[in-house]
């Protein structure tokens, strides 16, 4: 059984910055790519960012410049650092990671329980 948590969300100012992190722990062999995601009231859940196992990165439009995802393998652990955060940042951040248990595992996708982030003045 493998478990991710996330932290480090909370109430910022706009033009505030938050830095989130998720660690997994459990049976884990290797972690894959690991991505942060987010949902919105009333919207459907989005990508935020993602990086592999080898730190290629991939970040949505909308936070491109102002969002950094990053990842420590030897604690199994990805960060967001999140900058000039916006109103419309406020949402559900949720972070994947794609878990192999054995060496030939084909791998599959876990989910944290969600971190709320809330830009308001």
């Known amino acids: 059984q493998v478990q991710l948590v996330e932290s480090g969300g909370g109430l910022v100012q706009p033009g505030g910055s938050l830095r989130l992190s998720c660690a997994a722990s459990g049976s884990i062999f290797s972690i894959n790519a690991m991505g942060w995601y987010r949902q919105a009231p009333g919207k459907e859940r989005e990508l935020v960012a993602t990086?592999?196992?080898?730190?290629?990165?991939n970040t949505a439009d909308s936070v491109k410049g102002r969002f950094t995802i990053s990842r420590d393998n030897a604690k199994n652990t990805v960060y967001l650092e999140m900058n000039s955060l916006k109103p419309e940042d406020t949402a559900v951040y949720y972070c994947?990671?794609?878990?192999?248990?054995?060496?030939?595992?084909?791998?599959?996708?876990?989910w944290g329980q969600g971190t709320q982030v809330t830009v308001s003045s």
């Open positions: 994947n990671a794609v878990i192999l248990t054995y060496r030939y595992d084909p791998g599959y996708i876990s």
């Open positions: 990086i592999t196992s080898g730190g290629s990165t």
